[in-house]
């Protein structure tokens, strides 16, 4: 059991006495529909079955005594449920503090401290949502420790809250969606207007999908991602001058073409622009599936990269390079960058007998032309959020 060492280190640190659980959250991985979720848009992620696992015991005192196998030379950071706020030295510490923090918002006050030990299988920095993970398993943990009457969709929202508010990343509600909803076998077609979803299966006949990370760090607080996010409201403050929408989502492609010239900035045209197509794409790309069409599904992946390439300007030289190649290999079915980008991953659907080939020629032309070499993980879609023990 990958949890194991976990609960071993945990016994190591914290003792065995009292009452410890083990609990699992998932990352996540988005299938298209990319920056439309604060956009009013469609997006269409999957849980994985990697992810975040924690070990947990509640105390008698308000101290907070957390440890990451995944940075272990920070050791033990301490500090107290009073007066939580986000600070510098915390480091990683902040995304849990964050949601005790948001519980309390909420009117469900974190009363006493926990010992927690965690230890993620997603790769730091990838994309692939470990900061969401996190914040999903601490607000599970919560709600096992101290029996708060919150459903899975709630926790997703105090992720977000707290990611929000707390860490002072303007994220949209995907990420801590689609880990707190996750089911195997199933992506989540997410309105992220209204939380209107639909489980749709993913059913890739003799093809597996592929996650290529770029090994290109990248922090999403200090990237560009506000600054799009910005570019995206003052569109719709102007395109809203001239059509009744409350959001970018709100647009078809023909009706984005009649109005686009409400808006002043040629940057934040292109931004809108991507919004609106990528939304568009996704609606189409989950028809797709359901009509068994998975070249389809691949083609409007490729669309997708191209109009994060040149309309959002958010991928990079280093995602960039994962994709062209990807695009060169037969047997690849649609690849595209994934996540907020600046670095991170791509996701690549890959015939079976094609993925071995796909991660030799993809990795060896990376490493020529970045410098480093890439990581490259066969995924599967797994369920949300559990207690393992």
């Known amino acids: ?25 998932p990352g996540r991985v988005n299938m298209i529909g990319e920056h439309t979720d604060y ?19 509640k105390r008698d005192d308000k101290k907070l005594r957390f ?59 990838s994309g692939l949502s470990s ?20 459903t899975n969709q709630d926790l997703a929202l105090i992720g977000q809250y707290s990611e929000n508010k707390f860490n002072g990343v303007n994220c949209g509600i995907m990420d801590q969606f ?27 006949e003799n093809a597996k999908i592929v996650i290529s990370c770029s090994n290109k760090k990248r922090g999403l607080g200090d990237s560009k991602y506000n600054e799009r996010r910005s570019e995206c409201e003052t569109a719709l403050a102007e395109l809203q001058k001239v059509v009744k929408i ?9 009706q984005f073409e009649q109005y686009q010239d409400a808006i002043t900035s040629p940057v934040c045209q ?3 622009k991507h919004a609106v197509y990528e ?55 649609g690849s595209r960058m994934t996540g907020a980008g600046f670095g991170g991953c791509t996701v690549s659907i890959v015939k079976d007998d094609a993925v071995d080939a796909f991660i030799e020629k993809v990795g060896t032309a990376y490493k020529n032309k970045i410098g480093y070499a890439a990581d490259f993980y066969v995924v599967e879609i797994g369920d949300g959020p559990v207690k393992l023990a």
């Open 270 to 272: 292109k931004r809108a």
């Open 279 to 333: 939304n568009q794409r996704t609606i189409k790309a989950v028809e797709a599936l359901q009509n068994n069409d998975v070249a389809l599904f691949g083609k409007l992946m490729n669309d997708s990269h191209v109009s994060l390439r040149d309309d959002y300007e958010v991928t990079g030289i280093e995602l960039d390079t994962l994709v062209e190649e990807a695009w060169k290999i037969d047997g690849v079915i």
């Open 131 to 150: 900061s969401a993970s996190v914040e999903v398993l601490t607000g599970f943990i919560l709600r096992d420790m101290f029996g708060f009457d919150v």
């Open 1 to 25: 059991m990958i949890w194991e060492p976990v609960l071993a280190k945990f016994k190591e640190l914290f003792g065995d006495e009292g009452e410890i659980g083990v609990y699992f959250a």
């Open 246 to 254: 409350n959001a970018l989502g709100d647009l078809t492609e023909a």
């Open 67 to 125: 440890y990451s196998m995944n940075f272990e030379n920070l050791g033990v950071l301490e500090s107290s449920v009073e007066g939580l706020k986000p600070e510098k030295e915390a480091d990683w510490t902040n995304y849990p503090k964050g949601v005790m923090w948001a519980f309390g918002e909420k009117g469900m006050k974190v009363e006493s401290g926990m010992d927690l030990v965690l230890f993620g299988n997603i790769p730091n920095g």
């Open 39 to 57: 956009n009013g848009g469609h997006v269409f992620p999957c849980a994985l079955t990697i992810g975040t696992y924690g070990v947990a015991r």
């Open 178 to 204: 689609a880990i707190a909803m996750g089911k195997a076998g199933h992506a989540i077609f997410l309105d992220t207007a209204t939380l209107k979803y639909e489980y749709a299966p993913i059913r890739l």
